[in-house]
Nanobody, 121 residues
Framework: QVQLVESGGGLVQAGGSLRLSCAAS????????MGWFRQAPGKERELVAA????????YYRDSVKGRFTISRDNAKNSVYLQMNSLKTEDTAVYYC??????????????WGQGTQVTVSS
C-alpha cells in the first residue's frame, strides 16, 4: 500500500510558475514509477508526465513539453512537477499516482487526493 499526498497547487497568472510536490509513504518508493495526471471540469483525466523508478526515463504529453519538468528524490520519497509558462488550459486538479515497473503510460495503481491548479488570464 502506498499513500500519496500532493501539495503546491494554487492560483497563478498565465505565464507564471508553480511547483507541485507529492510525498509518498512507505519504504519502497524507489520501486514505483510515478506520474502526474490532471482532470479539468468536463474532461477526462489525462497523464501529464511520468518518471521511471530511478528517473532515467520520463514521459510528457505533447501539450506540456518544454514547459513542465518531472523529477523525483527517492531519498525523500517525493516526486515533483515544475510547471512553467502556465496557460489557462493547464487549469485542472492535478493528481499524483504510482505504479510498479512497466510502461510509464500504463495504468496506475495508487492515487493521491489531488491539488487544484488554477491559471488566470
Amino acid at each position: 500500500q502506498v499513500q500519496l499526498v500532493e501539495s503546491g497547487g494554487g492560483l497563478v497568472q498565465a505565464g507564471g510558475s508553480l511547483r507541485l510536490s507529492c510525498a509518498a509513504s512507505g519504504r519502497t518508493f524507489s520501486r514505483y514509477a510515478m506520474g502526474w495526471f490532471r482532470q479539468a471540469p468536463g474532461k477526462e483525466r489525462e497523464l501529464v508526465a511520468a518518471i521511471s523508478l530511478n528517473g532515467g526515463s520520463r514521459y510528457y504529453r505533447d501539450s506540456v513539453k518544454g514547459r513542465f519538468t518531472i523529477s523525483r528524490d527517492n531519498a525523500k520519497n517525493s516526486v515533483y512537477l515544475q510547471m512553467n509558462s502556465l496557460k489557462t488550459e493547464d487549469t485542472a486538479v492535478y493528481y499524483c499516482a504510482s505504479r510498479g515497473p512497466g510502461r510509464l503510460t500504463d495504468e496506475y495503481e495508487y492515487w493521491g487526493q489531488g491539488t487544484q491548479v488554477t491559471v488566470s488570464s
